[in-house]
């Protein structure tokens, strides 16, 4: 396998992930919508990368200012 093969299978499967962690933030979002604002809360500061993006943005549209929260952690 030539190096041109290799970069260009590294890059696919890096567009895979990219597409995945996209995906899961976009359902975690959703269910996110029907939590209170202390669970988001917690999310957003000791959960996964992927929950505390969902996090996060629930709270923005919540009206939080998310410097403000990350400021108490």
Avoid: P
Wanted: aromatic content about 8%; overall charge negative.
């Amino acid at each position: 396998m030539g190096f041109w093969d290799t970069v260009g299978n590294l890059a696919k499967g890096t567009a895979n992930a990219v597409v995945e962690t996209s995906k899961e933030i976009k359902e975690l979002t959703e269910e996110y919508y029907d939590e209170d604002d202390d669970y988001l809360i917690k999310k957003l500061k000791r959960g996964t990368m992927q929950q505390r993006v969902a996090a996060g943005k629930v709270l923005k549209e919540r009206g939080y200012d998310l410097k403000e929260l990350n400021k108490d952690s």
